[in-house]
């Protein structure tokens, strides 16, 4: 009790705080020693007068070591992404198999939908029979065998954020660059990475609307984790528009069968390539990081991504040939509806968060945490910005479970697209911060 309100007065002053009253902080967290409302005048005093860079390593590693650190002992690189959200994001689906078939080990420890994001557990979760939370003995064995899992965080992997995060989500501080920098790594370093890629997404359907604010927070979560010894790069790149043409949990999974077994040049491969490239190259595994671009790509369409894929799927609790099979094995929404254009013109603007609710209203996503999401429903066949129609011309499907829905997404999708003068269509990739 004393040591956190030394704590607090300390940051409130601005004075030096030493690495061990962070430590000291998460442990109590993470045991409850540490009261609800110190934690949250804790993430006021954060939000309100920053931390020091020395600060921001030293709450990380702190968090980070509240709970279970992964220690992996493989004849290869331990790897991992990690996207600050958006809506169509389904690269991790890809990335991750592509990573494993260049020789990589991914233990990735990943989210669920958040706000007007989807997630990808309840995407993979949209596969009958996949697991996503394993316990660590199983997470290490299948990581350990077919160098690829992707899974739910156990209870014990940084329990001070789960506690810090609920706390600043009620508190009004969940924006604080320093708690978000530290909330993220905490968790993805605890998976005993040993290089890391972050895919900082900015635009309409991003957190982060403005690139200043994007490149902010990828520098901040790049020093941080480098400090912290994992070598670690992140690129800043477009959420102005979905980066597939399908948003909902099974409607994206077809969308990365479709570019695992039949490759085709769009923003998801390049993406992916350029994310895969730089931790590649980062790691050693190519020379640079077109290289290993190259390499992504060359793993993609030589159907070895997909083969890992496949395995993982198995080994998580799914279907034995689902790579083969995934097109009877998806669940389906029962009400598909074709959206036309209402006027001609281009399609010039997205806005991102109301398309990404729109799906979370047909229950792709939650609104409260205990929502259950309905794998089947979404969007598909959604246009490119800069696409020209003419009134009448189909721009989007609705995938519904029930007929009345479809009614009230229509109104929300048409909201959220724009048609009117030919847009400048924004770069993929606006920045590499390492
Ligand atoms: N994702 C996290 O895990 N934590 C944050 O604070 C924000 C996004």
Known sequence: ??????????????????????????????????????AGAFAMVALLKGLTREQRVALTLAMRDSGDVLNWQLDRPVLDKHSTGGIGDCVSLLLAPALAACGAAVPMVSGRGLGHTGGTLDKLEAIPGFKTGLDEAEFKRIVTKGHLAIVSASANIAPADKRLYAIRDVTATVESLDLITASILSKKLAAGLGGLVLDVKTGSGAFMKTRKDARDLAQSLVNTANA???????????????????????????????????????????????????????????????????????????????????????????????????????????????????????????????????????????????????????????????????????????????????????????????????????????????
């Open 1 to 38: 009790m004393s040591d956190t309100r030394a704590l607090l007065t300390a940051l409130r002053e601005g004075e030096a705080v030493a690495p061990e009253a962070f430590k000291g902080f998460a442990s109590g967290l993470a045991d409850s020693s540490v009261s609800d409302a110190q």
């Open 228 to 434: 912290a010894g994992c070598r670690t790069s992140a690129l800043v790149t477009d959420m102005s528009q979905p980066l597939v043409p399908s948003l909902g949990n099974a409607l994206e999974v077809a969308e990365v069968m479709r570019m695992l077994k039949d490759p085709k040049d769009s923003p998801l491969l390049s993406i992916s390539a350029a994310l895969g490239g730089v931790v590649l190259s980062d790691s050693g595994l190519s020379d640079t990081p077109q290289t290993g671009a190259e390499a992504i790509i060359n793993a993609v369409q030589s159907g070895q991504a997909a083969e890992a894929f496949g395995r993982m799927v198995h080994a998580q609790g799914g279907p034995v040939r689902f790579v083969e099979n995934w097109q009877r094995l998806l669940p389906e929404a029962n009400n598909i509806r074709e959206l036309r254009a209402p006027e001609a013109g281009y399609i010039s603007a997205y806005a991102g968060e109301a398309l990404g609710l729109a799906v979370v209203h047909l229950g792709g996503g939650r609104s409260v945490e205990t929502d259950k999401v309905d794998p089947a429903v979404g969007l598909t066949e959604l246009l490119p910005l800069g696409t020209y129609v003419n009134k009448g011309d189909p721009i989007a499907r609705i995938h519904a479970s029930r007929a009345d829905q479809t009614k009230q997404a229509e109104a929300a999708v048409l909201h959220s697209i724009t048609i009117g003068e030919r847009p400048e269509i924004p770069t993929l990739i606006y920045e590499r911060v390492s």
